[in-house]
Nanobody, 126 residues
Framework: QVQLVESGGGLVQAGGSLRISCVAS????????MGWFRQAPGKEREFVAA???????YYADSVKGRFTISRDNAKNNVALQMSSLKPEDTAVYYC????????????????????WGEGTQVTVST
């Protein structure tokens, strides 16, 4: 069972930046597909960004151009750099992972990722 631990959440003013990270357990991190989802109060959880084991990246339209997902396979780490933050980015952000034999579900689907972290709160104030 892959364990995921997020860090780096906090309070930031609108227009500011924040970087959240996730460390994954396991010896084959380089083969994991990693994703970030978020859930705002009273709303459904939604896809934010994904980075495949080959390095391909994908973003939700709402964050494209503002957020950047990256990975460091040597450190079993995936990060989400968030810039130009808006109050509507306020949410709990979850790190997710898919691993061999892979789910073969779309990268934007929650069902693609069998492993989930506990989440980290990001709050953007006006």
């Amino acid at each position: 069972q892959v364990q995921l631990v997020e860090s780096g959440g906090g309070l930031v003013q609108a227009g500011g930046s924040l970087r959240i990270s996730c460390v994954a357990s396991g010896s084959i991190f380089s083969r994991y597909d990693m994703g970030w989802f978020r859930q705002a109060p009273g709303k459904e959880r939604e896809f934010v960004a994904a980075i495949m084991n080959a390095g391909d990246t994908y973003y939700a339209d709402s964050v494209k151009g503002r957020f950047t997902i990256s990975r460091d396979n040597a450190k079993n780490n995936v990060a989400l750099q968030m810039s130009s933050l808006k109050p509507e980015d306020t949410a709990v952000y979850y790190c997710t992972a898919d691993m061999p034999p892979y789910s073969h579900k779309p990268y934007y689907s929650e069902r693609a990722y069998p492993a989930w972290g506990e989440g980290t709160q990001v709050t953007v104030s006006t």
